[in-house]
């Protein structure tokens, strides 16, 4: 089945930079644009932008624009995020969702990874 | 920047209807789409382009957009619908936002 896992919690300290890995499989990675979403502790979602999978074109939130990096890697069918110059407000699970067929409802979702940024 | 506001929480007696609303300036103009969250999961998409409900989700769950409002209503709400409740649409530049979500609780 379609599915997405994702890498696992990470601590981190303010200042430093994070990456999150989200490995796909039972469908064509290339067909679909990855999305990455964040939740801090008690919060709303917060959508931070997405990759094309096909070109690795990206489209970046204006709040995360110069601090987040999304690529991918089409043979391992994994897409990463990587945020740099943490800070404590980073702390949240963040997750990766497939932008799918349903006119580009977020319909699968990673498991989340947590990451925690503390001194 | 762009808003959804949904109400901070709904309660509703087992078997009863729950209706979530959600307003947005650009809803007239843009699909809205409607996730569950239940505490420590993923969010799983149960309404998408505003009414329509992807395979596997119950038929109780359903979708309506008057206006500048959409709404997500529960029919014969069940103990276990206690969850978030979270819409989603794209502002006028694509960039994706989501409500403030939504507490269900079932009394």
């Known amino acids: 089945q379609v599915r997405f896992v994702q890498s696992g919690a990470e601590v981190k300290k303010p200042g430093a930079s994070v990456k999150v890995s989200c490995k796909a499989s039972?469908?064509?990675?290339?067909?679909?644009?990855i999305h990455w979403v964040r939740q801090a502790p008690g919060q709303r979602l917060e959508w931070m932008g997405r990759?094309?999978?096909?070109?690795?074109?990206?489209e970046y939130s204006q709040k995360f624009q110069g601090r987040v990096s999304f690529t991918r890697d089409t043979s391992a069918s994994t897409a990463y995020i990587e945020l740099s110059s943490l800070r404590s407000e980073d702390t949240a699970v963040y997750f990766c969702?497939?932008?799918?067929?349903?006119?580009?409802?977020?319909?699968?979702w990673g498991q989340g990874t947590l990451v925690i940024v503390s001194s | 920047s762009y808003e959804l506001t949904q109400p901070p929480s709904v309660s509703v007696s087992p078997g009863q209807t729950a209706r979530i609303t959600c307003s947005g300036d650009?809803?007239?103009?843009?699909?809205a789409y409607w996730y569950q969250q239940r505490p420590g999961q993923a969010p799983v998409v149960l309404i998408y382009?505003?009414?329509e409900r992807p395979s596997g989700i119950p038929e109780r769950f359903s979708g309506s957009s008057s206006g500048t409002i959409v709404t997500l209503t529960i029919s014969g709400v069940q103990a276990e619908d206690e969850a978030d409740y979270y819409c989603?649409?794209?502002?006028?530049?694509?960039?994706?936002?989501f409500g403030g979500g939504t507490m269900l609780t079932v009394l």
């Open positions: 969702a497939r932008g799918g067929p349903l006119e580009e409802a977020f319909d699968i």
């Open positions: 039972g469908y064509t990675f290339t067909s679909y644009p």
């Open positions: 990759i094309n999978a096909g070109s690795g074109h990206t």
């Open positions: 650009a809803l007239p103009k843009q699909y």
């Open positions: 382009k505003d009414s």
């Open positions: 989603q649409s794209a502002d006028s530049s694509g960039t994706w936002v």
